[in-house]
């Protein structure tokens, strides 16, 4: 669960301003809707779902049961999916990527999406074992025209299965996840004050039971990390932070990582979301949508400013955890 103080606003304040600088003429974010289904009280991951254009699979962060919503870009909740086999301890991102195939080649049914759900919420550091479950993305039964899901579905997924890992050297708190799409890697950006951590797992069928996370880059362009997506042409990462939205391209014909040390490129954000912790590309990748943990909760759609221009390097006053 986030903690937010007035230090962690201030920083995002810093943040926004950069953005709305390095942006440049860029359109702001639009407002779609506004979730108020009491059952979305604290949303902290957002992901789009395959088939369904405008539509989001979404989670609460800490004290809910293992479950997952579909909701409209409207705030429109259409569906209830229980986790099957899963514990919710800290939920705090959501991604979309391939199921557990070997690392070259399909996976078990092909064609299909998978979801991963991070469980790495660790404000206090005490848990030295965290978990990102794996699950078959579910499937929505449509609506008698056909355009969008039925409403009011209540479904169960396939049985989540854990990866399960430990970071080297001791705990971090972490809110944000991705998943490359070709390689299955599964990528955790930590929440800290100085510098993000970037770790890597594996999520090919050959992942031991219990992994050390491998530390693969620190990046200190964007602090206080509460969000994370990467694109579906693999090539672009999204960053979220409380009032701050961020993208990082990587050069054609580089290894992936290398694009957590590429420049920082500002993205507009929303001004009126003051803890921002779910964002995530569209399903074509040219669009961007974020939503705020805390009421009004609302969502907000961007397309991607690709006249933006690198940011200097983070230099914002430290934030609580």
């Not at 070997?102 to 299909?112: C, F, I, N, Q, T």
């Not at 990462?237 to 009032?243: A, D, G, K, P, Q």
């Not at 397309?303 to 430290?318: D, H, I, K, N, Q």
């Given at each position: 669960m986030a903690r937010l103080a007035s230090s962690a606003l201030l920083a995002g304040a810093v943040g926004l301003a950069a953005a709305?600088?390095?942006a440049g003429e860029a359109p702001r974010p639009v407002r779609?809707?506004?979730?108020?289904?009491?059952?979305?009280?604290?949303?902290?991951?957002?992901?789009?779902i395959a088939g369904w254009p405008r539509h989001y699979w979404a989670h609460n962060d800490s004290g809910d049961g293992p479950r997952i919503f579909a909701i409209r870009d409207d705030g429109k909740v259409v569906a209830e999916v229980k986790v099957s086999g899963a514990a919710a301890t800290d939920w705090e991102d959501i991604a979309a990527g391939p199921g557990p195939g070997?690392?070259?080649?399909?996976?078990?049914?092909?064609?299909?999406r998978w979801l991963y759900i991070g469980d790495v919420g660790n404000n206090d550091r005490d848990r030295k074992e965290l978990v990102v479950w794996r699950i078959l993305e579910p499937a929505l039964a449509a609506a008698p025209s056909g355009r969008e899901p039925l409403a009011g579905q209540k479904l169960s997924s396939e049985p989540a299965e854990p990866l399960r890992f430990r970071y080297p050297g001791g705990p971090f708190d972490c809110e944000a996840i991705a998943v490359h799409p070709a390689t299955r890697a599964v990528y955790i950006l930590t929440?800290?004050?100085?510098?993000?951590?970037?770790?890597?797992?594996?999520?090919?069928?050959?992942?031991p039971a219990l992994q050390t996370a491998e530390e693969v880059a620190a990046m200190t362009s964007c602090i206080a990390v509460t969000g994370a997506d990467i694109a579906p042409d693999?090539?672009?990462?999204?960053?979220?932070?409380?009032?701050?939205?961020?993208?990082?391209v990587l050069p054609?014909?580089?290894?992936?990582?290398?694009?957590?040390?590429?420049?920082?490129?500002?993205?507009?954000?929303?001004?009126?979301?003051?803890?921002?912790?779910?964002?995530?590309y569209d399903l074509d990748g040219l669009s961007y949508v974020t939503v705020d943990e805390l009421k009004p909760r609302a969502i907000h759609r961007a397309?991607?400013?690709?006249?933006?221009?690198?940011?200097?390097?983070?230099?914002?006053?430290?934030a609580a955890k």
């Open positions: 709305s600088a390095s779609t809707g506004e979730v108020t289904d009491k059952r979305l009280g604290e949303i902290s991951g957002i992901v789009p070997p690392s070259s080649g399909p996976g078990p049914a092909p064609g299909k929440k800290e004050l100085l510098a993000t951590h970037v770790f890597r797992i594996r999520g090919d069928a050959g992942a693999g090539r672009r990462l999204l960053v979220r932070t409380y009032l701050q939205v961020a993208e990082y054609e014909g580089r290894p992936f990582e290398d694009v957590f040390r590429e420049p920082r490129r500002d993205l507009p954000s929303a001004l009126l979301e003051v803890q921002g912790e779910a964002a995530c397309s991607r400013a690709p006249e933006a221009r690198p940011a200097p390097e983070a230099r914002t006053p430290a």
